[in-house]
């Protein structure tokens, strides 16, 4: 289904052009044809609470405080 979908969506794509190739549309229409390969052998990740994403955000966030105060001790030899 999904590969129907992509060769719909690269025919619309392929009559909308203006017959200029440039590289980047060339690599672009590369990737999206691996990306719907490794989609379509690998699937996409049943992910459902995102606990991961939320920490590194809440990480980053608190970086980001300018009254943070951190403390860090090195030691040379």
Partial sequence: MHKTWLILALLFLSA???GVSTA???VQSRQELLQAEAESQA???NIHN???LKNANLI???RD???LITYI???SE
């Fill in 16 to 18: 909308c052009s203006t």
């Fill in 24 to 26: 980047d549309t060339k």
């Fill in 43 to 45: 699937g996409l990740p």
């Fill in 50 to 52: 995102f606990a991961e």
């Fill in 60 to 62: 980053y966030e608190e």
């Fill in 65 to 67: 405080r300018t009254d």
């Fill in 73 to 75: 001790y090195m030691k």
